[in-house]
């Protein structure tokens, strides 16, 4: 073995191992160029949701939780967590993609992006998943923090992941099309206080609908949201007020509807390309 | 070619007809300027080029590759130095370059060793770790050039490359890319300094309401308009011949 085989830097071993072509290298740099963006801020980016998470959890859980009798069985703060991962999840995964988006079509800065040969899905799985991979980090997060606190348990994992990496990669894809559509920033506070924050709250992270006096319990079976928290809780807890199996379904047609929506946008440069 | 452009039109929602059958070739190794007053189409041009505006109707080639439908190709070797600061502000100098260099596939080594190379080259070195949002103006100019000739690309667009930037440092920029086209690589440029364009261009075309109107060499388009200097050819062009120096100077006498 010659000596520059030993010498070589990580970096080019590596790309002697994988072999990346041009496109995943191309891929890569979008999807890194995401990440770095969050993980520059943070404090703001991650460090707020954790806190925002756990003041939830003290104020429901151990606060409130205390006057609650069990809900369906489970300790009042158990029965919230899985709202909470899942809300943790599709809040970071909104606000990620529609601001950054917004924010470097403000600068224009988007323009060295949609100018590479970069293909419209290219940049809209990159897109995507800066926002989708922050989510997951709060949400690993907030899950290892909750199970120091609580004894949280993990019925149906094979439910759970694939239901929450459904839940996460509809709001990043609710995020992708609210950032390259709005034209300024209370186009993307609009969304996030007068439709997700409702929609989020009253589909059922804090409560159980099945406790709700009527008409407010049928109004809830018109929230997504009620669906997805009902997924989240049946991976966690085996319980769920919804059919899972449904809920899943109309989920990944939801997914499929807002990706080719968000395709449609990127083939045409709606609102990024003159 | 490096630039073959037919029958180019766009037209924008409003009903606006910014380029009305726009047709023009480059050749390879060319230096080619693009000079036009305000609205007269040149950034559209440039965008419709490098994808940043979908052309309604016509062709674009670069290098031979479609650059509309099929513009994998054409996009590698196109490098854009646009007109207004389009930096990241969450990146740094160094990040600017490595991620467009990923952008337009280049390996981490060959990313790495062209960054050090620009960065020398344009006397960002030593501001190679700080946020491009702290950089001075024409800090920031120098970047946005260096990000351009990052892929080491085969056509570099400059689009009023020099608006607000100090004399030095618009000599040094003429400097390099001047050697850079010694060198092969193709450049369009878009100016409102004509003397710039005089001394710099092989060929100039004059483009405006959408539609080129003349091209030649500087002397040419002078011949053409019956005048002895670019920019009383340009002054013609433009409506505006009263403005002349040699007009103003013959009142004087007079």
Redesign the interface.
């Known amino acids: 073995m010659s000596s520059g085989t030993v010498t070589e830097?990580r970096?080019?071993e590596?790309?002697g191992v994988l072999r990346?072509?041009?496109?995943q290298?191309?891929f890569?740099?979008?999807v890194?160029?995401e990440c770095?963006?969050f993980l520059?801020?943070k404090r703001q980016t991650i460090g707020a949701p954790l806190l925002e998470t756990f003041l939830y959890i003290s104020v429901f859980g151990a606060a409130l939780g205390s006057r609650i009798n069990e809900l369906h069985g489970f300790d009042y703060v158990v029965f919230v967590i899985p709202g909470l991962i899942m809300m943790a999840w599709a809040i970071n995964a909104f606000a990620n993609n529609s601001s950054s988006i917004l924010?470097?079509k403000f600068?224009?800065?988007i323009?060295?992006?949609?100018?590479?040969?970069?293909?419209p899905m290219e940049l809209l799985l990159a897109f995507s998943l800066g926002g989708f991979l922050r989510g997951l980090v709060v949400a690993i997060l907030t899950f290892v923090a909750a199970s120091l606190l609580v004894d949280l348990p993990v019925e149906h994992v094979l439910v759970l992941i694939p239901g929450l990496f459904l839940v996460g990669f509809f709001f990043a894809q609710l995020g992708v099309f609210v950032g390259v559509r709005a034209e300024q920033f209370d186009d993307v506070a609009v969304w996030q206080t007068f439709v997700l924050t409702p929609l989020i709250f009253l589909g059922g992270v804090f409560y159980s609908a099945s406790l709700l006096p009527q008409p407010f319990e049928t109004l809830t079976h018109f929230n997504p949201v009620y669906y997805m928290i009902g997924i989240v809780r049946y991976g966690f807890l085996g319980y769920s007020e919804t059919d899972v199996a449904l809920s899943l379904l109309v989920l990944t047609a939801a997914v499929s509807v807002l990706v080719a929506l968000n395709y449609r946008l990127f083939t045409?440069?709606t609102s990024l390309?003159? | 070619m490096a630039l073959q452009i037919e029958d180019l039109v766009k037209r924008?929602p409003t009903g606006t007809e910014a380029l009305k059958g726009v047709s023009l070739s480059i050749e390879a190794g060319e230096f080619f300027g693009l000079l036009g007053p305000n609205g007269a189409g040149k950034s559209?041009l440039i965008?419709c080029t490098?994808?940043?505006?979908?052309p309604t109707s016509g062709s674009i080639r670069v290098f031979g590759h479609d650059a509309i439908d099929h513009?994998?190709?054409a996009?590698?070797g196109?490098g854009?130095a646009?007109q207004?600061v389009?930096?990241?502000?969450?990146?740094t100098v160094e990040?600017t370059l490595d991620?467009?260099?990923?952008?337009?596939?280049?390996?981490?080594?060959d990313r790495k060793e062209r960054s050090a190379e620009l960065l020398d080259a344009f006397s960002l070195t030593e501001k190679k770790d700080e946020r491009t949002r702290t950089l001075s103006g024409g800090m920031k100019r120098r970047l946005i050039l260096a990000?351009a000739l990052m892929h080491r690309p085969r056509l570099l667009i400059l689009d009023e490359p020099t608006a607000g930037v100090d004399v030095e440092l618009r000599l040094e920029l003429w400097q390099y890319v001047q050697r850079i086209n010694a060198e092969g690589t193709t450049i369009l440029l878009t100016t409102h300094y004509l003397e710039e364009a005089e001394q710099l261009c092989d060929r100039i075309s004059f483009i405006n309401g959408g539609e080129i109107v003349a091209t030649g060499s500087s002397d040419e388009l002078a011949e053409r308009f019956g005048v002895s200097s670019l920019e009383d050819a340009y002054l013609e062009l433009v409506g505006r011949k009263e403005l002349s120096r040699a007009h103003l100077a013959s009142e004087e006498a007079a």
Do not use: C
């Open positions: 830097p970096e080019q590596r790309e990346l072509s041009p496109r290298i191309r890569l740099a979008l890194r160029r770095n963006r520059k801020i924010q470097q600068q224009r800065a323009d060295d992006q949609l100018s590479s040969p970069a293909s045409r440069g390309r003159a | 924008y559209t965008h490098t994808g940043l505006a979908s513009y994998e190709q996009r590698l196109v854009l646009p207004d389009n930096l990241d502000w969450f990146l990040e991620y467009h260099g990923g952008y337009f596939g280049m390996r981490r080594r990000r």
